[in-house]
């Protein structure tokens, strides 16, 4: 046993100093290596989300942050292996534009400066600036092995990259072609999905005549882009469709060019949408597209990277897609062939980056035959080898594999993970493991690379075990993976989580995790989403400067549950610094009374008193529920289950009842009253840790030890419930207790007995009658009553306040709680002031100028009123009614 701390606890936590002194030590001891535990140990492994290269830190940042760290820290107290494996993502599109931005404020671009000064340049730009996201990382109390830092264009990984395209090559499941994909014309390059915002804009909506050819009859058809006409290639109707059934097969006249394309019938066509009537432009359109191939419809593309039209558009070649749109627009309008505009909500994608309007468009790139490695996935899923929590979102995963599209893999950037695929001018393709000389088919030696690269989730899929060393075998893919939980937001669970599943199946024949924790995002306090526009976004660090990184964490974690958005504002961040305050303060309490030779001893609950017995009752009960809560990923209700014991009961009810064992002479009692205070103190910082670990390390420095070998609390044993210390009886006792309390303090607040005012009380009834009589002290203390006599025969006392709880009475004599002269003429006296203001509230309500000229609000907060004064009559009358004459 270890004696009390002999340094004094200040009497504040200063967050600013002891969190940076706190990492500091943590790290320098190695603690947040896995090899901190025993060599037998068994793992527990998270890799984390790569955050953009260039990012700085956000709320979901921080979110996912506090729970990962929580998994990570909790296990570590649990004797395993614990490994957060740390990384950073290169972040092809973004990072790209940060050194494009820098070589414009240069006066150059990277088309003059070239590929390979450009990359020599972006890197150095990743080696200035790269570092931040990382030190916002640790700054939020991220207890990652530094030492396994990732970068996903590290050498290892880029060799992982390559390995995996090769072997997706040499299973056939690689091909290049023109296809349609999401194109960026301010960027130029392909995006994906995940790229793209789409947001409800309002646009024009342009409704015009689709002649058929060789008559004067037509389909009206509306569009947003106008413009995208010019590559039509079909007008489809449903087939069933009364109007236009005598037009299928005929052909349309496509306007403003000497082209007819056919009239179709399918069913996609939504008759009560619209016009009933659906222009159809492959090139451009996805489900456009997907109708093309289904009746074999050729495919014109009418627009250039830079989203120009092309030679395709006629006499609007070389025109900007707006500038063609408007000019398109008034030729037909001059031709006749316009009905109408009007103004439409619809969704509208833009590119995350760049935030111009994506152009969907025909290019050759690269793709990977999905529906291979999307069986894997489902079957992991489905035969319960992977859990995704919450597992409603299993139907969504569901969902899209079942229904997955061939995946484009290429960008055209040059940052990034160039293509290892080679040409030859005979047009073959050579993909090897290391960079050919000649050929693979022809022999020639002229070859080139292709200059594009792989998408950034390419790369992110092969996280889980890339950043282990595969495809070599070492120690650490052997001992790590696969690893344990993938946690992330919901909102990535198709683009990243769903690839990483598959890759890991596909190339390690191994599930990646056993688990899928998905987290909401995190909104404001309104539930709007954050945006810089909107001037709502909350920034982290701001937070971490004024309330703590501790009172960010818990707010995060406690605020929702799995897979649920959650509401966020300063406000509940300040409060999760007020509990942090709570917690040191009630610490500093049990510390300062300790005295300088106390040492603990474990409690037994066969000496304890009831209010002893209670406590360590529900802390253990506290410790089976936080236990089943973690077990089903329930965080946030586990930290607001602790918070409420610590606060509600800890502090308000036992820490306030110690105080008359602690400053009593009773020596025995006030050692066991001790050890209960510095029990229920340990184990409330081993299951706080994980969520708040700065100021519940800080405070364990000075609490005394209660096992032989003193560690510190980031790798102390998590806290187990004990049997021996529940006691229903013991909390049933208390619940009477506490409830007689509570309705003595109201009966005093009632006939307004001043607080320092000692009163007496008798206890009657049966049941936990005699547990009450036999603890006065918490009454005296509590609720200054100085005596409690117990009633013999039966008998009653007139002129008495009587409250009860379950089968115990107690009854407070009036006589000696007030002056019942007094009492009655202040109640005369409130009662009078009452109805003089009923009266003049229903004269108000009684005019007629007054209901009919206010507005509705203010009419009804003066009946409001009205309501309130009345309640109040009510209880003025039965008070005064209740006094004895």
Not at 565 to 585: A, H, P, T, V
Request: hydrophobic share 40%.
């Amino acid at each position: 046993m270890t004696t009390t701390p002999t340094q004094e606890m200040p009497k504040n936590f200063n967050f600013a100093e002891a969190e940076t002194r706190l990492y500091a030590a943590w790290e320098k001891q190695g603690y947040f290596k896995p090899e901190v535990a025993p060599a037998d140990a068994k793992p527990f492994v998270i890799a984390i989300p790569p955050p953009n290269v260039t990012g700085e830190l956000h709320l979901g940042h921080a979110m996912f942050v506090s729970l990962e760290d929580l998994m990570i820290r909790y296990e570590r107290m649990r004797g395993k292996a614990a490994l957060w494996i740390p990384g950073t993502d290169h972040a092809g599109i973004a990072t790209q534009l940060q050194v494009e931005r820098l070589l414009r404020s240069e006066g150059t671009s990277r088309e003059e400066v070239g590929r390979e000064e450009f990359l020599h340049r972006t890197w150095e730009w990743k080696e200035k600036y790269g570092g931040a996201i990382i030190n916002q990382l640790r700054r939020m109390g991220a207890s990652c092995d530094w030492d396994r830092l990732r970068f996903t264009l590290d050498e290892t990984l880029s060799k992982a990259v390559r390995e995996a395209f090769i072997t997706l090559w040499d299973q056939g499941l690689l091909y290049r072609g023109p296809r349609l994909i999401n194109w960026s014309p301010g960027l130029q390059t392909a995006v994906s999905d995940l790229e793209v915002e789409r947001e409800e804009e309002t646009v024009t909506l342009y409704y015009f005549k689709y002649m058929i050819d060789g008559t004067d009859e037509y389909i009206p058809v509306a569009t947003i882009r106008p413009e995208t006409i010019l590559g039509d290639t079909a007008v489809a109707v449903h087939p069933e469709d009364p109007r236009y059934e005598r037009f299928i097969g005929k052909r349309a006249r496509v306007p403003m060019t000497d082209r007819t394309v056919p009239v179709i019938a399918d069913d996609y066509v939504e008759r009560e949408f619209g016009t009933g009537g659906l222009k159809v432009t492959p090139a451009h359109d996805f489900n456009d597209y997907e109708l093309a191939q289904r009746h074999n419809l050729p495919v014109i593309n009418i627009m250039n990277k830079d989203a120009s039209l092309n030679e395709n558009g006629g006499k609007y070649a070389g025109m900007d897609r707006y500038e063609a749109r408007k000019q398109l627009w008034a030729d037909m309008e001059a031709a006749g062939l316009t009905i109408k505009t009007e103004p439409y909500t619809t969704t509208i994608p833009r590119t995350q980056r760049g935030g111009e309007v994506v152009e969907p468009m025909i290019s050759t790139q690269w793709f990977v035959k999905m529906e291979p490695l999307a069986a894997k996935g489902l079957e992991a899923v489905r035969d319960g080898r992977i859990k995704i929590v919450p597992d409603r979102f299993e139907k969504v995963y569901f969902g899209w594999l079942e229904n997955i599209k061939d995946w484009c893999i290429s960008r055209q950037l040059w940052w990034g993970h160039r293509i290892p695929a080679f040409y030859c001018p005979n047009g073959h393709i050579t993909v090897e493991r290391d960079s050919p000389v000649k050929c693979a088919t022809c022999g020639s030696t002229e070859l080139v690379q292709d200059d594009d690269v792989l998408d950034t989730w390419f790369s992110s899929g092969l996280w889980p075990f890339s950043t282990l060393g595969w495809p070599q075998q070492t120690p650490d893919l052997l001992r790590y993976y696969p690893t344990d939980v993938l946690e992330t937001g919901y909102d990535i669970l198709f683009f990243w989580v769903a690839r990483m599943i598959m890759q890991g199946l596909w190339l390690t024949d191994k599930i990646p995790f056993h688990t899928v924790y998905l987290h909401g995002l995190v909104r404001d306090k309104n539930g709007e989403k954050m945006s810089k526009t909107k001037g709502n976004v909350i920034d982290p660090l701001i937070m971490m400067d004024k309330f703590g990184t501790d009172s960010l964490r818990y707010t995060l974690i406690t605020g929702g549950t799995p897979g649920n958005d959650q509401n966020i504002s300063e406000e509940r961040i300040e409060y999760g610094r007020n509990f942090g305050n709570k917690l040191w303060q009630m610490s500093r309490f049990v510390i300062t009374n300790l005295g300088e030779s106390y040492s603990f001893t474990a409690p037994d609950p066969a000496k304890l008193d009831v209010p002893s017995r209670w406590i360590l009752s529900r802390l253990n009960g506290l410790i089976a529920s936080v236990q089943r809560l973690f077990d089903t990923y329930q965080y946030g209700e586990a930290g607001r289950q602790i918070k409420d014991f610590l606060w509600e009961e800890f502090a308000d009810w036992y820490v306030e009842i110690s105080k008359d064992a602690l400053y009593g002479k009773d020596e025995d009692a006030k050692k066991r009253t001790r050890d209960v205070l510095v029990q229920v103190i340990d184990t409330a910082l081993r299951l706080l840790h994980p969520f708040i670990p700065f100021i519940t390390e800080e405070i364990w420095q000075y609490v005394p030890a209660t096992e032989s070998e003193r560690k510190p609390l980031i790798l102390s044993q998590w806290a187990t419930s004990n049997a021996a210390f529940l006691n229903p009886a013991a909390e049933a006792e208390m619940d009477t207790i506490r409830d007689l309390v509570v309705k003595v303090r109201q009966v005093r607040l009632d006939y307004n007995v001043e607080p320092s005012k000692r009163i007496e009380a008798l206890v009657g009834g049966s049941g936990l009658a005699a547990t009450v009589a036999a603890n006065p002290q918490i009454f005296a203390r509590l609720c200054n009553v100085e005596r409690m006599d117990g009633i013999s025969n039966g008998g009653t006392p007139d002129n008495a306040a009587v409250i009860a709880s379950g089968e115990v009475t107690l009854y407070l004599p009036l006589a000696g709680m007030v002056d019942l002269g007094a009492e009655r003429e202040r109640l005369l006296k409130e009662l009078e002031s009452v109805k003089a203001q009923i009266d003049q509230k229903e004269k108000l309500l009684g005019n007629e100028g007054f209901t009919s000229r206010a507005k509705p609000d203010v009419v009804q907060r003066e009946r409001d009123k009205l309501a309130e004064l009345a309640a109040t009559r009510a209880s003025v009358e039965a008070r005064l009614e209740a006094l004895p004459s």
